[in-house]
């Protein structure tokens, strides 16, 4: 089976502008979360949607970051307008049973580089 | 709150010898899962290895195994025969029973030497 997939792997913006990250889960995972490691620290959760709901949005850092996962597929995270310390690599995860114990499915990142 | 150290930000090996990477937790939970991830270079992250916090037995994967000191609060890594591939990011990562969010440490990078 395919993998979950995030685009771009890697993003240079300039401080203001909007990126827009994307990831596709495993076919049939209705769970997916994002989390977010910043250079040299501790990777963080940022939410987690069960189907198209956001079940837990805990982590989102502030009101520019919006994430969204319409009909319950792909998901995007928005980040409008991207400060410098949003600068870091964005996880994806998906997997089909929640609570389980089991790890997640982890796509590769994406950097993002905000100058 | 629960939190996740790793002490290590950088270890290195030699192929064919034996690695350990520490990772502590706090937390006051008796219902929990641990986690090792590893990350390549510019590669997703995959999962290495898990323990039940109820199983007392220590969880092996081929060449991986984990010491689990539940009263020490403490679940290191170790890596037998180290070979090229194993050089990676590797992250401790708990979760607490019946949730869904993994808390990570932030991280040890391996480096293998032939």
């Known amino acids: 089976e395919a993998g979950v997939t995030q685009f771009p792997s890697h993003s240079v913006i300039e401080k203001g502008q909007t990126v827009t990250l994307r990831c596709d889960p495993i076919?049939?995972?209705?769970?997916l979360y994002w989390y977010r490691r910043v250079m040299g620290k501790e990777i963080k959760f940022l939410l987690h949607?069960?189907?198209?709901?956001?079940?837990?949005e805990s982590g989102m850092p502030n009101n520019r970051f919006l994430a969204e996962r319409t009909g319950g597929t792909y998901s995007t995270l928005k980040v409008q307008p991207a400060e410098l310390e949003d600068s870091g690599v964005y996880f994806c995860?998906?997997?089909?049973?929640?609570?389980?114990?089991?790890?997640?499915?982890f796509g590769s990142g994406t950097r993002l580089t905000v100058v | 709150a629960q939190t996740v150290t790793q002490s290590q930000p950088e270890m290195s090996v030699q192929e064919a010898e034996t690695v350990t990477l520490s990772c502590t937790y706090d937390?006051?939970?008796?219902?929990?899962?641990l986690f090792w991830y590893k990350q390549p270079p510019s590669r997703q992250m995959i999962l290495v290895i898990r323990?039940?916090?109820?199983?007392?037995q220590n969880a092996t994967e081929n060449r991986f195994s984990v010491n689990f000191q539940k009263a020490a609060k403490s679940f290191s890594l170790k890596i037998s025969d180290s070979q090229l591939g194993d050089a990676a990011m590797y992250f401790c990562?708990?979760?607490?029973?019946?949730?869904?969010?993994?808390?990570f440490g932030t991280g040890t990078r391996l480096q293998v030497f032939p």
């Open positions: 995860a998906s997997s089909h049973l929640p609570g389980q114990g089991f790890g997640y499915t």
């Open positions: 076919s049939g995972h209705d769970n």
């Open positions: 990562a708990y979760r607490k029973g019946g949730t869904d969010k993994l808390i």
């Open positions: 323990q039940e916090a109820y199983k007392q």
């Open positions: 949607f069960v189907k198209e709901s956001k079940q837990d």
């Open positions: 937390t006051s939970e008796s219902d929990y899962y």
